[in-house]
Structure formats: C-alpha cells, structure tokens
C-alpha cells in the first residue's frame, strides 16, 4: 500500500486536479456554472472535455461512459473509446464537450414503469459537474443523471438533486428569519455505514440460492449462531483483513473516505463506514463501494453477499443513514451546542424533523421496502416496521419544558470506572438506543432501516422533501410574524406538543411497543405489498409535486417498477428453489435412502437389529414424499400468480400464498431433510460451511 494522502483522491478528475489542469477563466468559469447550477456552455464544456480526457489517458484509461443510477439498484455504464480516425490510417484521441455532456443510452432496456416501450428507445445522460468524474478500470467514468425522450426522470439522482435544491430553498428562508444573510448554500450531508457478509466463493457457487436469489432459501441453523457474541469488533482474520486492506486502498484512491471498519454481529458480517460527504455525492460513492467489495472480494476468492437476509437466524444487514443539513459557511444546523435549550434556531430544525417523520412516516417507510429488506425489519437485531425517533430522556424533557423558566439543564457527569490511573470518561447527557429506526445521535439523525443492497438516494430524497416542506410551513408563519421570539417559541412549543408521539425512546424489539404504537396510531407496515400503496396517495402525491421532486407520472412509474421487481425476485425465488429441489434436496435424499436400505437389508440378513436404519428410512421417506406433495401444489400457485396482471394484486399474492408456502410450508421440512441426512450425501454447503468459512 502507497502513502494514503499520496494516493487519496488520485483517480478522481477534482477541484484541485481541475485548478491545475484548466485555464484560470475556464476554471472559474466552471466553479461558477457549478455554484449557480447554470447550464453548460458548449465552449466551455469543449476545454473541460479535453483537459479531463488528457488527465485519464495519463492515469492510463482509453474509453470514457457516462456512468448513471437506473431503476435496476445498481449503476449503469455503455463504454466508448477515445480513439478517432485520422489521416492515412492513423488514430487520434479525442473526447468532446458535446460527449462529456450529454449521452444517448437505451431506454426502453431499463425499467420505466410504462414511460418508454420497446419502439421508443431514445433516452438521455447528463452531466452531473457537482460530482467529480473518476476513473475506473482504465475508464474514463462522468457521474450524469438519466432521462426518458418526454423528460421524465428514469434513474434515482435526478429526484435526489431536485429535493436538494427543495431543502436548500426552504432552510435559506428560516436561516434570514435568524439573521444568517451571508449563507450561500444549505446542504444534506449523508454517511452511510456499509454492512455485508463474506464466504467462501467456492462455498457460494455451490448454492444455487446464492448464485440467483442472494440469500439461502433453506438451511438449518449450526449449533452455534451469535449468541456468544464474540463476532462482534472480534479480531479481524487475516483472509478478511486483506480484502478490507485492498478495498480501503481502492477507495481512497477515487476520494472515499473509508474510516472505520470491523466485524460485525453475526458470524461472517462485516461493516464499513465513511466519513460525511454532501448526499448526492454520498450516493455516487457508496454505489463505488457496494460494486468494489464485490469485485475485490472476488479476488481474494471470497463472496460479498449484500442481501438484507442472506442467512436466516442471524442478524441482517443494514445500511445506517446518517444525516444532517450544514450551510457553506459552517455551520451544522442540527447542532445543539452547549446550551441546546436556549439554541432555538437548532430547536426549530429539530421540530422540523420531528414533524416531518410523523407527518410521513409512511412514505419514508416506502423507501425502505423491498423484497429483500422485508426478510430483515423487524428480525435478529434491526428495527422493525414501525417508524419512531429516538431523542433521548434528556432533549426529549427540555422539549416538554421548552419556555419553562424553571427547567433545569442536567450537568455532564464524569464517571469513575474504578482503576485509580485511568482518566475520568465525561458522560453523555443520554445513552445510545440501537433498536430505534430513526435516532438523535448528536448532530445527525441515524435512519437505520435502509437495506444494505438498497441505494440511499431514495431514503434522502424523502427525508429531503419531508423536512424541506415542514420548513416551508414555518416559514410561511414567521416571516409574516410581527413579534418574532414570541411565536417562534409558540411554534416550537406547538409543533413538538402535535408530533410527540412519534418519539420513543424505550425498546423497539419489544411486543409491548408494537401495542404502545398502535394506540398512537403509528403505522406498522411489514411488508412491500403493504407500503408501497402509501407511495401513490393523494398526500404523498401532492406533497412531491408541490416541490417539484417528482411528476405525477413518475411517481406512478416508481410504483409500477418496485412491485414488478418484487413480483419478478419472489418468482425467481420460487423457480430455484424448484430447480434445487428436484436436482439436490430428493436425489441427495433418495441417494441416503438406498445406502440405508443395503445396510438395513445386510443387517437383516445377519439377523441384527436394524431399528436405527429403518426409522431414519421411514422419517425421510416422510419428509421427501411431503416435500414432493407441496411441490406440486406450490408449482401451481406459481401458474396462478402469472395470470394476475395488476400489480397490486400480484403483489400480495406472491407474498400471501408464494413467499408463505416457501417459508412455512416447504422451507421446515427441507431443513429437517438437512438436519437427518448425512453429510457425505447432503452436498450443499450448509449454515455451518458458510458462515464460518473465513474462521
């Protein structure tokens, strides 16, 4: 490994590469068009073009993609080479500023939700200059937004740009109401903590499951799970290190600040946090790193398996949100500083927030829904369906006690820890609450229901236009207010009064929670066919086309594509786990079979007792002649399924009789196969095999 800061940041075309490598005028120029999201001037756009081609031929590269987030959930590149014809048979290198800004992918390949057929297939990239070009395998990669012929947004950067800008207007009018004239830009800043398993790659090609679907379809839990806990911030194996080594070093080199990485709770888990960056350049990159840790994992002969719930029994894999706002002149807006019950312009971004998840804590449930992270809330150690805010005993009393002369800050504590030459360790005022969905935890709100195979920018766009529109409100009444503290207290006060219930800060795991929030009328969306309805009702609608983060159009086009993805992944679910069936699970069964009944049969003969051999025969052929009756039955829910054309509908019965036949019905008595057959005749690898394979 080279220098980190000699090579952090050397494969990426950033403002310090741009300041060497442009003229002054154009650099400016760009800074400018940047700052004031101007459109691109061609000549402009021409001196860019030339000056970021010969900086990535330097660093080796030859082709140059746009490189865009469709609707599929991972990023997209077409590859076009540098080389032109020249005179006499002879090639130049050449890209253009027409190529840096605009490219012409197909778009009726990718999903659209209706908005472009198979006939109509023109579709376009563009630039995005607010995210820094990069190179990758000797390509030349330009961060763009993608687009159908009519304009309608087909991937997930372009409705996360726009509520940027939402969020960016609104926060500018509360900071003036507080005298904060010299703000030029308000942003979201995101952090998004990375959790993934490792196996074995030979391990994984032997599963079928794995291979198509990400996670195990079956599998009998070992005799040991996480229940020791001694996975957790264990010390990290020397296969695990070196693809964590390489994988830091990968990243630095295209300017992501991986800081933190360690082992996980389950066994086989592991977890990767960045520091801050601005969200939609926090979503380009945390894209780089789910796509890096596949690809060096590969290397070091391992898998990176970034399903929500690839092994069930054991703890699931998230992807930790972390987010917050600051302003171009440094501040962090959810900062409460020392005197947090006197900072009121934090109190007011902080009510924001409050109001905002109550008042959408349905929507912001959407962004969580998929068919991988339904397996995960609401199981081993992950928050479930039910959207709360955690604050914390002490910020939650000084909200009830706003205005309240007589309340009582509570002093920070030093605590003893008994060892005389140890130093004192300063208290938090609140502890932490690692079963809350959405929790307080400084200066930042940690959303913890994203799935680890879910892009971020959905959960930011959301939170971004949620908070944007609560501060749009407050605006409107204090900027016609004539006696500003008064009703700035008032409105503070009244907000939290109105949207208390949405915070708790006891046990999210508890049953008695999930009683406490039904009384409070939160909602407990367990599953996609049940949350997605809530993304296209007239409040979520009017709420997104009033700030201009979605057209109705592409509101309904989302909607259509989630549930087809869901649709399509339980049917992919269902064919393998048919094709596993019939080729490994009975034949290995059968094959038991037949060596039992020789010894039984030789037993017999010798007239031994065989009692061992004939209840083993008796309880598999059981199991395999049950399993070959739900077979059949299941292969006819399937048939079913395909005739239902509503989405909807489709939805829910895949989820109602396909997804629950496979779990409840089929999945028990194939682990019971598991658990009784030998393992010289079971061949898939089993819990076991995999999740301890890198120890």
Known sequence: MKNVPEIFGSMVFNDNVMREKLPKDVYKKLVKTIKNGERLDLELANVVAHAMKEWAIEKGATHFTHWFQPMTGITAEKHTSFITQGEGGSIRMEFTGKELAQGEPDASSFPSGGLRTTFEARGYTAWDPTSYAFIKDNTLCIPTVFCSYGGEALDKKTPLLRSMEVLEKEAKRILKLFGHNDVGRVYTTVGAEQEYFLIDRELY????????????????????????????????????????????????????????????????????????????????????????????????????????????????????????????????????????????????????????????????????????????????????????????????????????????????????????????????????????????????????????????????????????????????????????????????????????????????????????????????????PEVMPHFITKKSVELLTKHKVFTEVEIHSRYEIVLEEYIKVLNIEALTLIDMINKNIIPDSIEYEGALSKIAERKKNLKIKYEVEKDLLNKISDLTKSLSDKLKKFEGYIAEGKKISDVQKSSKFYRDKVLNYMDNEMRPIIDELEKTVSKKYWKLPTYGDMLYSLL
């Open 205 to 528: 090609l032997q599963r079928q499951d794995l291979r198509y679907c990400k996670r195990t379809l079956f599998g009998a839990c070992p005799p040991k799970g996480q229940e020791l806990e001694d996975h957790y911030f264990g010390v990290i194996k020397p296969r695990v290190s070196e693809f964590m080594k390489e994988l830091d070093n990968e990243l630095w080199k295209l300017g992501i600040m991986a800081k933190t990485e360690h082992n996980e709770v389950a066994p086989g888990q592991y977890e990767l946090a960045p520091e801050f960056s601005i969200t939609n350049i926090a979503a380009d990159q945390n894209q780089l790193m789910m796509e890096l840790m596949k690809v060096i994992a590969e290397k070091h002969n391992l898998t990176c398996i970034l399903h929500e719930k690839p092994f069930a029994g054991v703890n699931g894999s998230g992807k930790h949100n972390n987010w917050s706002i600051a302003t171009d002149t440094g501040m962090n807006l959810l900062e409460p500083g020392n005197t947090p019950w006197k900072n009121k312009q934090f109190l007011l971004f902080l009510v924001a927030f409050i109001k905002a998840v109550d008042e959408y804590q349905d929507l912001l449930r959407v962004t969580t829904a998929s068919a991988s992270n339904d397996h995960r809330l609401g199981a081993s150690e992950a928050p479930p369906a039910i959207i709360s805010i955690f604050l914390g005993e002490e910020l939650t009393k000084m909200l009830e006690a706003f205005g309240n002369s007589k309340y009582k800050a509570k002093d920070r504590e030093d605590m003893e820890v008994g060892v005389h030459y140890l130093a004192k360790l300063t208290k938090d005022l609140t502890d932490r609450n690692r079963t809350s969905p959405v929790a307080f935890t400084g200066n930042k709100f940690e959303f913890r229901m994203v799935g680890s195979s879910l892009s971020i920018s959905g959960p930011n766009i959301i939170l971004n236009t949620i908070v944007a529109e609560a501060l749009s409100q407050f605006a409107d009444t204090l900027e016609k207010s004539s006696n500003f503290e008064k009703d700035l207290e008032e409105l503070i006060k009244d907000t939290f009064a109105k949207h208390k219930r949405i915070v708790y800060n006891g046990n999210n795991y508890s049953d008695e929670w999930v009683k406490e929030a039904e009384k409070r009328g939160l909602y407990n969306l367990k599953s996609m």
